[in-house]
Nanobody
Framework: QVQLVESGGGSVQAGGSLRLSCAAS????????MAWFRQALGKEREGVAQ?????????NIADSVEGRFTISKDNAKNTVYLQMDSLRPEDTAIYYC????????????????????WGQGTQVTVAS
């Protein structure tokens, strides 16, 4: 079993920055992919970014946040980060961390179904 705990959410003015953290515990060494999703009020949950925990650290990022958000990892701490810059009101959402154990998957990286574990979420609010 893997436990995921997000932190770093909060309220910020448009144009500001936040850094989210997701700490994995339990069988964290079994994780091959970690990702960030978000869900705004009244909308479906959407993928924000994904990173491979292996040495390549290859990443995917949603078009809506590319150039503003960066995903990174610290394997020694079993932690993944989401650096969010140039925040916009439309980035307001609950942000969730997700983890996948198997080192392969079919289809796109932002399909919720491919992830095995989820955190409880952290609220990010961007004021205009």
């Amino acid at each position: 079993q893997v436990q995921l705990v997000e932190s770093g959410g909060g309220s910020v003015q448009a144009g500001g920055s936040l850094r989210l953290s997701c700490a994995a515990s339990g069988a964290a060494d079994s994780i091959n992919y970690m990702a960030w999703f978000r869900q705004a009020l009244g909308k479906e949950r959407e993928g924000v970014a994904q990173i491979y925990t292996g040495s390549s650290g290859s990443a995917n990022i949603a078009d809506s946040v590319e150039g503003r958000f960066t995903i990174s990892k610290d394997n020694a701490k079993n932690t993944v980060y989401l650096q969010m810059d140039s925040l916009r009101p439309e980035d307001t959402a609950i942000y969730y961390c997700a983890a996948k154990v198997l080192d392969w998957y079919a289809g796109k990286w932002d399909r919720e179904q491919i992830y095995d574990y989820w955190g409880q979420g952290t609220q990010v609010t961007v004021a205009s």
